[in-house]
């Protein structure tokens, strides 16, 4: 396997089959987040680079226990459609295109699995429909329709095995936005506007000021009718980030944990 590479997409299906096997990548990250308009300073790409960007450096922190999985860029926007450039996903379709994912990472062994948010309108529809998602996938596949799969697809059993061996009790599936980790008390301390996670504004330039400076324009910060994006450092959004990878990172080992 690659040395430490954390990213699915990345590792071929030998690499991922031996690293199963070896009791590796028992848990998943799928970041989730939007593209669409962040007031005129930041990247369209916002939400999804900062959930992605979290999501990396807890797997590297958890490495090998964990993987990233292709993230879902575009999100339930609709709100967004008057500035050119967002691209919005209706709540049925984004919902129908992740679950599949899920399941597609459980059928492989994979029974943990974190859904790790960087835009707001996600959670509704997420957080609705995850209950049914856990009940589905526990009830159903993993009772019935997987381990009788590997017995019959010889390849595959290796892998489907876990599940088999598993059993209902180990799948945990969650839907957090990454600021859910933050403590609320914390994140009023540092930011000065004491407003999180807000849109384009202090937390989220500082975020982008120290782990993305790449997709921040400094100088459009004045051409902003807001100007609370104009207190952001990037040393506020250095501790800002930690913060939400511990706690990130706290919560999947708190997954790997229960069996």
């Known amino acids: 396997m690659r040395d430490r590479e954390i990213r699915l997409e990345n590792l071929t299906r030998r690499e991922f089959r031996e690293a199963l096997e070896d009791g590796h990548f028992r848990a998943a990250i799928i970041a989730t987040g939007s593209v669409e308009q962040h007031l005129e300073h930041l990247a369209l790409g916002q939400d999804i680079n ?3 960007h979290v999501a990396e450096r807890v797997a590297e922190k958890l490495y090998p226990n964990v993987i990233v999985a292709v993230p879902m860029s575009i999100g339930v926007a609709e709100h967004h459609m008057h500035s050119a450039g967002t691209l ?3 709540p049925g379709s984004w919902l129908a295109v ?3 994912a899920v399941e597609s990472l459980v059928r492989h062994g994979v029974t943990k699995v974190l ?3 960087g835009h707001a309108k996600n959670g509704g529809p997420a957080r609705a429909a995850l209950p049914q998602w856990q009940m589905h996938l526990s009830n159903v596949q993993i009772a ?5 799969e590997a017995k019959s697809e010889k390849q595959q059993r290796p892998i489907l095995k876990n599940i088999e061996e598993a059993g209902r009790g180990e799948l945990d599936i ?6 859910d980790l933050i403590p609320r008390e914390f994140a009023e301390k540092v930011l000065t506007t004491g407003s999180m996670p807000g849109h384009a504004t202090e937390f989220e330039t ?3 000021m120290h782990a993305l400076p790449a997709n921040i324009r400094p100088d459009a910060l004045a051409h902003n ?4 994006p104009a207190a952001a450092t990037a040393e506020t959004g250095r501790l800002l980030v930690d913060k939400a990878v511990d706690g990130v990172a706290a919560l999947v080992d708190e997954m790997l944990e229960n069996h």
Request: net charge negative.
């Open 50 to 52: 900062s959930s992605t």
């Open 88 to 90: 919005a996903a209706k």
């Open 98 to 100: 992740l679950f599949d």
């Open 115 to 117: 859904l790790l948010n």
């Open 144 to 148: 019935t329709g997987w381990a009788d």
């Open 174 to 179: 969650r839907f957090n936005s990454y600021w």
């Open 206 to 208: 500082a975020f982008t």
């Open 225 to 228: 009718s807001d100007q609370d």
